[in-house]
């Protein structure tokens, strides 16, 4: 077996680089269809379904913008034509398939959960189709992990949940400003559901309502508090919309700690980042993150030292295909924002 | 087999009437129980699923308003403890189970479209399992079929869409007042696509979008000319609402007919009607009969005889369960407002 | 000037109450109108907008449900044509109108938050027009305050917020329960925003969207600490749905209480309670209450003794004028589900 | 007043063209400032708000998209500092300052109604404000007017639904294939109604509901008359989604036309039109073009020759903005997909 060179490439070679999408169906897979694209120092080489058989087929939203087929998934195909994959398969699949490809030099963006946990029982517990072997999978929340992804040759992508909780939370936790219960309630739109349809999805059962769901057994609250260092209370709940993730965050402050404490944590934190938008006292909306790969992020502080966030994201852009492109900027030595916003 | 008596009965017998529903389960089925239970002179005496097994199930939604339990299907069950049985079946078994239950003397409102259709041509494309032997199936738009529904022992409800258009229609095409081209444009809530999950039902799918299907072949066309004796041309959408049918009719008028002539033959037409309520020139709208029993009517003619009616219903309830329970209180010889308005 | 009795009316004096709604073209106001037309013991004598000008005008959403005609406000024949009058007005109006019926013997229902807060401080804060004097308003949580409302001349019904919050907390912070911090995360239908228009109601700005609000300053937080004598963290939200509240509480609860200890506070509290329905384990949905005057609440318990309730309402019947009725029935000594639920 | 030069830039010019946009803070506007953005040909030297007053204000939902400003309206610094102003004004508001500025030499593409309408008496009646005198209006539906928007100096930006009503029909009645009457049943998302609050606009009563509006009486009517040469039936309705607007088309077609006839013409009229995606007999949907600026148009047709179309665009993109930015890099001499789609 040929080793190819796993170095980072550099922004001339980028240009070049050639890019697979395995899964290219699911509304995460769609949106990296979409804008990859657009996308000027990468092509798309192939974009597979999950299944193995089946007849190669057109994605007709995506007409003019992208005009190839969603061909068969295939191995073979993607080792021979890409240098980096993105999987955005079932976490079974993606168990098996991501070290198979590591193995053949292929760099990969994993976009399930499979190797996101790095304590063992919990990874059992959540992911039991996961061997990790020797892979040494890297977080892939690009603010927090920009270095290390640099040169990952496995980047496990956040969960959409984590993705808007860590954000809000991290450099607080590193400032060691927080104290006591973190609390998350999250609301998703639907399409965090997935596109198979369910009881659950059916317009009629969604609309009008909401229902929290995975109460004290979400398999995102493990994955924050890895991330955190810190235990957190998260419910998610389903909400009559179709993209977008907001939550509400519940915390204490240490004594002492001012309002502006916390806006300096957050602004040193963000200050180079180009996908965190702080909002300050004025709290953000989903809206104004839809469709985008951006992170707002809004808080309050009441006078005994309640902390209120709030933290809202496109849950199938930055928290999923938006952030996989922008970790795939970062293994590429490319500028972050390169297909995902306008550079200059 | 003991023959029992097929009259109608008298309001004091009504007070004991045994009504089942069978299909209880389903958007319609569940609207069926919600609104029976509260039914002062009738009361529910068995509640079926679509299945002949699986184990009973409580409808927690309905709980406190009726705590029965929703049994397997059972034909047997359905002779001894109903003198009228709701069929909200799919339409196979219910082109199975009417006669048999009508072979046994029990009375069938039947929701599904199985003998909707008296043309042999039609029937058969449309509902092939359907068998019409000497069944004398009555066409329930209470309405417009009053007299033959009293003595009905086989009610077919109307399909939603064909409740909406022919309301609007009937009156005009009776007094001859329409010429030329009629064509309607319907607007339905997803709930009309039923409880079964499906690409089409997906939330994500149905919200910010609308659909147009079944054009110039569903299978409500054939019913609505049937019942208007006119060719229409017909064409349904799917709209990102939960309940409710908003139908747009572009007509013509007979040279020398003017608005005042429509308002004349609508207001002859429902001046007994309780259910029908004209809007005049105030074009109706969903919200107003959404959980109602309700049709509302508006229309507008244009200084060279175009007409534009306007006609809405919720699809659950005057499209099916509601004007089912309708047609159970005339069968009945009871005021045909019975459970579904107040009275006096 | 007359006095007229006070003392709760028996059921056969009841059957004729006259009750008048101000405010009746609101959200509120509206079902109020719609409820009350179909309620077996009492008679809707007057409705009137919450203007003392402009022409009279009808319900068209209500036609053959309700056929009155709404008039502009007059205090005079409020007097005159009312045993019991339902306030659905702003606060100002509701704090100046509410005494002077009081005053002519009026029996009073107010759907405002006008009469809430014992605190004077809090109320002079949150409500400045209210003048208490004399008065002695009976919080109207119908479940929780039945004896008092039985005679009450002034019943202050809830807050919609509070209402759905207090019937799940209620019983456990009574019972002892609760320790630690207790956060209110509520989800909220915009109709809870009010008919009149404004940039958060438009459909544009809140169809996929949430927005939290009133962070650390909603006046609702301060009515559930009062109501359940213990602070809370409440921080509200809209969601894009219609009718509908969802709350979901976090708590922690003293240790060595199980989750059986939970469920037998609740069953016990709610075992005579008609429109309450417990879910246990299973987390309860805004869509089974919507349209009824239901508060249904489950609650799941960890291993550590972290609480999580959820607790859905209509926010326009429970959580106003369904609990408006529910209080009116227990002031008229009837049966408190006459006219919102069937009784059999 | 020095004379700049009218005639159209060239590719290399066009790449410092400055373009301003006066109206950036309603829907259409805020699409063209996040659009024009990263537009790499032309750049926003002024986005200027409706009203001349008031203190300049950011964009929050664009922030990181365009930095910039938006500042009260000022004609005098829109001559000093565009060469191209889209004007998404009210309709006095255009009238008025078009002429102005075209009078100073700059170009314009107007997104009102003001300019649509050529006949004198209908443009008396729809915009009374409009004072034609020497103004050469193009009419700008790219696809169909190419050539002479190239050089107008004052294109008037279609309305949103006559731009799907005439992409789907202009090329048949161009070849003469339609017969009899054309019925246009129009459904339009929310964001249609404009920024302002209205009870129209309110979500309760939008959500849930379909109003048809406008009915005989829309201005929209004409101008799709005045470019179709035929006479229409158009009848508007909002539904209950944002963006997106899908006309359902109802034409009858020359005896002995077919399908075949229907599908050649239409592509031969779009070949080279990059935003125009013909779907045949696969009816197309809206959200397979909402943020973008595609139009999609399928057809049917039956054995008697009844042609239906179906046609969808996302109101704000090809209904407005996106189409005013495609009828800019025309004027420009640009690639039409420019900043629009990607090229290559």
Redesign the interface.
Known sequence: MVQRKRAPLRSAEAKRARVAIAGATG?AGQELVRWM??HPAARITAAMSSAPDGPPRAL??L???WDGVVEPFSLERLVEEADVVFLALPEEAAATNAPALLDRGVRVIDLSGAFRLRDATLRERWYPATRIGALKPVYGLTERNYAAIRTAQLVTNPGCYPTAALLALGPLADAGLLTG?I?I?A?S???GAG?K???R?????????????G??GHRHQPEIEQELGAPV?F?P?Y??????I?E?I?GRLRPGTTVQDVADVMEAAYRDA??V?L?GE??P????V???N?CDIGW?V?GSG?L?M?S?IDNLLKGAAGQAIQNLNVALGLDERTGL??IG
Request: aromatic content about 10%; charged content about 25%.
């Open positions: 509304y694209a657009g007709p939203a007409n003019r913008i219960d609390v309630d609301k739109g639907i399409s596109k349809p369910s009881e999805t059916h317009f009629s059962e969604a609309d009008g309502n909401i229902a929290a769901y109460v004290f209370v419910v709940h909400v009559p919309l179709d993209r977008g907001l509400t519940f180009p996908f938008r909002t004025t709290l909306e989903i809206k104004h839809a469709h985008t951006f309050r009441d309640r209120l709030v809202v916003l306008p």
